[in-house]
């Protein structure tokens, strides 16, 4: 879904809400905090994220409580305060998570 472009996306939901309006879902735009850009959203559960990074970015921050360049500000004052490279680190995963073209 990460390399999947939004024109695509946006051509998909409008060619389904021609053929069946009454179930045809609707693309949710939101931002994307890398570029300040509109984007589809693709990921987490209403689409609310556009794409792998950021989603792996607020993964850390809110199930683990870990603050990265892209999050820098936390959540929970009850958590101390933590600091690991977790910038290269959310890159890693978001990067594991997207699929490997075949061989």
Not at 26 to 53: C, E, H, Y
Not at 55 to 71: H, K, S
Request: aromatic share 6%; hydrophobic share 40%.
């Amino acid at each position: 879904m990460d390399a999947v472009p939004d024109a695509t996306l946006l051509a998909l939901a409008a060619d389904e809400a021609r053929r069946h309006p009454e179930t045809a879902g609707r693309p949710n735009m939101v931002t994307d905090i890398t570029t300040g850009q509109v984007a589809v959203g693709r990921f987490g559960w209403k689409s609310q994220v556009p794409n792998l990074l950021q989603f792996a970015g607020d993964a850390y921050l809110n199930e683990m409580g870990i603050t990265t360049p892209m999050f820098p500000d936390e959540n929970c004052t009850q958590r101390p305060a933590v600091s690991p490279p977790a910038g290269r680190r959310c890159t890693w995963m978001a990067a594991r998570r997207r699929v490997r073209p075949a061989p």
